[in-house]
């Protein structure tokens, strides 16, 4: 089972635990509002067309409803089997590219709401997984920061996701870095460079 599909899974007991009314990190959202994003993404090409194309909004909206007056397990249930087979996503390899991050930020954005949240212990496959994936997200998430950024995690190994005249280190296992580009504030990670750089790049990320 690749990371994607661990998270997944691990999401999915994690909304059937907590219900349908519980908090997340996505401002605003509900768990019911997480999955029915997760199935819209997945499954609901005409929801999604809702979202992207003015003239089909209503039909999404339409689509979106449908899926929200769904019962809690059924809608945990789509979630759980994942895109359908004329989805690229399907694909083993394309599903871990994907939806690795996209998985693990959200697990993490369920549990992190919870009450006295704590890390989970590291993992080497998950965190090689998650560190390729900040990889190639990195440069489109800082890219408007007016300072240089480089991730750097606790092995010394780094991401240089801005260059700039001045830099500033955000420093932390891959799990952290990868939530902390994801804007997340309830991350562990450290700061090193100019105190007013720091605030920049911050203030940066809190707009989005």
């Not at 090193?192 to 989005?208: C, K, T, V």
Request: with cysteine; aromatic share 6%; glycine share 8%.
């Amino acid at each position: 089972m690749g990371v994607a599909s661990e998270e997944r899974q691990l999401l999915c007991e994690l909304f059937e635990q907590v219900g349908p009314d519980a908090p997340t990190l996505c401002e605003g959202w509900t768990t019911r509002d997480l999955a029915v994003h997760l199935v819209v993404r997945e499954r609901r090409p005409d929801a999604l067309a809702g979202r992207l194309i003015k003239a089909l909004a209503e039909r999404g909206e339409r689509a979106e409803q449908e899926l929200r007056e769904l019962a809690w397990p059924e809608l945990v249930d789509q979630v759980r089997q994942g895109p359908p087979k004329w989805n690229p996503m399907s694909i083993g390899g394309v599903d871990e590219t994907v939806n690795a991050a996209e998985f693990f930020v959200h697990h993490e954005d369920v549990r992190r709401a919870q009450p006295n949240w704590q890390p989970r212990p590291s993992d080497e496959t998950r965190d090689e997984a998650l560190w390729k994936s900040l990889g190639r997200v990195a440069r489109m998430f800082y890219g408007r920061s007016p300072v240089g950024v480089v991730l750097r995690r606790t092995d010394g190994t780094e991401i240089p996701a801005k260059r700039g005249p001045r830099t500033v280190r955000i420093i932390g296992e891959p799990s952290e870095l990868l939530l902390q580009a994801f804007g997340r504030r309830e991350t562990k990670v450290t700061f090193e460079g100019n105190e007013a750089d720091i605030m920049a790049m911050q203030d940066l990320r809190r707009s989005f």
